[in-house]
């Protein structure tokens, strides 16, 4: 089976401008969450989905936003650039919304430079 | 708030050597643990999972024992490889209801022949 997909896989950004991100998840998961990971740190959590709706958000600022798809795949997007969202950005999927029962699976991340 | 604290990197070991990776947490619930493994350049691994108190995970020669008297889930392996290298992660699961995770640093380690 395929694991969960991520594209693209490098994105250069300058900044002041938008990016979008995309993740597919495991087949048959139905929650998808996002972090991000700044080189040399642990991932940070940015926002989870289930069932098409927001279930968590971190501590980042209103530039972000994500949603969720009919199928499942989500998106997230960036707003207005900055030097210091540069970052791999990582895409998890899980079978359900369990509190933290469910694994979560790791897809490869897009790493985003901003100049 | 809940949190992560893994013992700082580099760890550089010989092939064959005793591995352990200290991992401490905080949590106000009954949190999952988790170790993750990143090899360089690719995402996240699940290398293992313990959901309760004095579980024992373990997958590929790895293992870490849930400790809720110390708050503590060490990672260890008997015998290293170089194709151990890469980062290791400890996390958390928030035991609020839904399925965050919270990691530590992550700790680099380093294998050589």
């Known amino acids: 089976d395929a694991g969960v997909t991520q594209s693209p896989t490098h994105l250069i950004k300058t900044r002041g401008q938008h990016v979008t991100l995309r993740c597919s998840p495991i087949?048959?998961?139905?929650?998808v969450s996002w972090y991000q990971q700044v080189l040399g740190q642990g991932p940070q959590f940015i926002f989870q989905?289930?069932?098409?709706?927001?279930?968590g958000r971190g501590n980042f600022p209103d530039r972000f936003s994500a949603r969720q798809f009919p199928n499942y795949s989500s998106e997230l997007n960036v707003n207005a650039l900055l030097l210091g969202d540069s970052a791999l950005y990582l895409c998890?999927?899980?079978?359900?919304?369990?509190?933290?029962?469910?694994?979560?699976?790791f897809g490869p991340g897009t790493r985003l430079t901003v100049l | 708030g809940d949190s992560v604290t893994q013992m700082e990197g580099p760890v550089t070991l010989s092939e064959e050597a005793f591995l352990t990776i200290n991992c401490t947490y905080t949590?106000?619930?009954?949190?999952?643990l988790f170790w993750y493994v990143q090899y360089p350049g690719e995402g996240l691994q699940l290398l293992l999972k313990?959901?309760?108190?004095?579980d024992k995970g373990s997958n590929k020669g790895f293992e870490a024992t849930y400790r809720k008297e110390t708050t503590s889930f060490h990672l260890e392996k008997g015998s290293v490889q170089v194709s151990d290298s890469a980062v290791y992660f400890c996390?958390?699961?928030?035991?609020?209801?839904?399925?965050?995770?919270?990691f530590g640093a992550g700790t680099r380690l380093a294998v050589h022949p």
């Open positions: 998890a999927s899980s079978l359900r919304l369990a509190g933290g029962v469910d694994t979560q699976y």
């Open positions: 087949s048959g998961h139905k929650s």
């Open positions: 989905y289930y069932e098409k709706e927001e279930r």
């Open positions: 949590a106000t619930g009954y949190p999952s």
């Open positions: 313990a959901t309760k108190a004095d």
């Open positions: 996390a958390l699961s928030d035991p609020g209801g839904y399925n965050k995770l919270i």
